[in-house]
């Protein structure tokens, strides 16, 4: 379904992506770690045509991808999520899903929206919040949402479990176990919490400095000596290092909930481009 063939970013003298090779077919679930700066999010970007490539090509169920906005891509079933939830915050959150259908699917299906309200946990905030004051976990699952009600058959995901406290990171993580069966979409997770791969995730790749340096089952690949050095620089404790980029994502995450009162009421990233 997706096909990433050395697939480069530069930004200015910085290789971002560097030949990256991928591939994740329908339906299947694949985690994407490394360090912080490795890539990870220009990936996503790359994927969901947020940011061009200097070379190589992203192919979705084949078709090249180039030059296609986001929201082309979105209705091919390109889905995602960003790091920093980006609700549309005057709008109550059922308003937010059917901007984000529209969007993605091109048409309005209530049924589906349900659905996608009931399984988020958002049905009861559905018709009167306003999303600019939610709480970081119903705006995490408003993200998801919003990705969902785009109909993707290829999602996203970036961090979203980043920032919860333990009982709305366990509700998060049925969520999305439960996500590919329900929703019929091919997951690509990025996520620093290790636990939360190996749960998740039959497979992993680990991208450091731009480059894919391992993909494979969780349990090898953090047992891979490149992947340790990478995290460490030393060889050292891999675990550690990965829970030390668990916990910058949460710093940020913190940093969106202490903003979302103070939400752009029509942000538009990802939802503009021509
Ligand atoms: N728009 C941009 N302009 C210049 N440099 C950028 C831009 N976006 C990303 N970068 C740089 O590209 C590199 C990869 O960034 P990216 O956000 O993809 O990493 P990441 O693996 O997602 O990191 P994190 O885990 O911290 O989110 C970093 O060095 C980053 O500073």
Redesign the pocket.
């Known amino acids: 379904m997706l096909e990433l063939k050395n697939l480069s970013v530069r930004?200015g003298g910085?290789a971002?992506l560097d030949g990256v090779d991928l591939a994740l077919g329908a339906g299947q679930v694949l985690g994407l770690v490394?360090p912080?700066?490795?890539?990870?999010?220009?990936l996503f970007n790359a994927v969901s045509g947020l940011v061009r490539p200097g070379a190589g090509r992203v192919l979705f169920d084949g078709r090249d991808l180039a030059g296609l906005a986001p929201h082309r891509r979105a209705r091919l079933g390109v889905g995602r999520t960003f790091?920093i939830p980006q609700p549309l915050a005057r709008l109550t959150v059922a308003e937010n899903l059917l901007v984000a259908q529209r969007f993605g699917a091109g048409r309005v299906d209530p049924a589906r929206l349900a659905e996608i309200l009931d399984f988020t946990g958002l049905a009861g905030k559905a018709g009167h919040d306003a999303a600019g004051g939610l709480a970081l976990s119903e705006l995490k699952a408003l993200e998801l949402a919003k990705a969902l009600a785009t109909a993707p058959r290829l999602l996203l995901l970036d961090e979203v479990l980043a920032g919860l406290e333990s009982h709305g990171k366990r509700r998060f993580m049925a969520m999305l176990a439960e996500l590919p069966a329900r929703f019929g979409s091919a997951v690509l997770l990025?996520e620093h919490d290790i636990e939360t791969i190996h749960a998740l995730c039959p497979r992993v790749a680990v991208?450091d400095f731009g480059r894919l340096i391992a993909d494979g089952a969780p349990a090898d690949v953090f047992r891979d000596p490149a992947v340790v050095r990478s995290y460490t620089g030393t060889g050292a404790d891999a675990d550690a290092a990965m829970a030390a980029?668990a916990r910058?994502?949460a710093a940020r995450a913190a940093a969106a909930d202490a903003a979302a009162a103070d939400v752009d009421p029509d942000p538009g990233a990802g939802w503009r481009d021509a």
């Open positions: 930004f910085l971002a490394g912080n700066g490795a890539g990870k999010t220009t790091q990025i991208l980029g910058a994502a």
